[in-house]
């Protein structure tokens, strides 16, 4: 069993004991302000997950490529870009069968402001996803429960994923990327 598995087996133990409040870091959403603001022109039952979800809960302490976000009725939107995921072969995209694509966006915010470039991966909710809300600028903004997204990211790592076992460099920098978000956020709790 490695690190991360014993470190994940400890945390449900803990949850045994009770819930883990999860509170919105104040300075995470200064950070992230200007995807906050692009995600609240998406459909306001989207919820927001992956890696931006975990830094809003300043559980870890990164920049992000893109946002993902879970959405129910995936005819929303069209023209999806499929991508494989690559680093954990086909078991990857075997665990993601509720990926819909990603779409890039350009918006900006008023006449004088920077066009910014927002690269959306979208994934239709299961209808099990737990929510936290909480409001900025006026708006309700619902994020994925942080436990749900460690389970999901801890689903992408062998077993035998360790800080240094990663079997070729294509699949080095997502598993290291999981494995660091991981690491760190089992060090804070």
Not at 31 to 52: A, E, N, V, Y
Not at 123 to 141: A, L, P, R, W
Not at 145 to 156: E, G, R, S, T, Y
Request: with cysteine; proline share 3%; glycine share 4%.
């Amino acid at each position: 069993m490695n690190t991360l598995t014993s470190a994940y087996r400890d945390l449900k133990i803990r949850l045994l004991d009770g819930p883990i409040e999860f509170c919105i870091d104040k300075s995470s959403v200064t950070k992230f302000k200007h995807q906050l603001r692009f995600i609240k022109s998406l459909p306001p039952d989207c919820i927001i997950t992956g890696s931006i979800a975990l830094n809003l809960f300043g559980l870890i302490d990164r920049d992000i490529i893109d946002i993902d976000i879970l959405i129910q009725d995936e005819n929303q939107f069209s023209d999806y870009r499929k991508t494989r995921y690559t680093f954990h072969g086909d078991d990857a995209n075997q665990l993601m069968i509720n990926r819909l694509g990603y779409i890039i966006f350009f918006r900006k915010n008023g006449f004088f402001s920077k066009r910014r470039k927002f690269i959306v991966d979208f994934f239709k909710t299961t209808g099990n996803e737990k929510v936290i809300q909480f409001e900025f600028e006026n708006y309700i903004y619902k994020v994925q429960n942080p436990l749900q997204v460690i389970a999901c990211k801890m689903q992408f790592l062998p077993e035998n994923a360790t800080e240094t076992y990663f079997p070729n460099l294509s699949t080095y920098f997502s598993w290291a990327k999981h494995y660091n978000d991981l690491t760190a956020i089992f060090n804070k709790l």
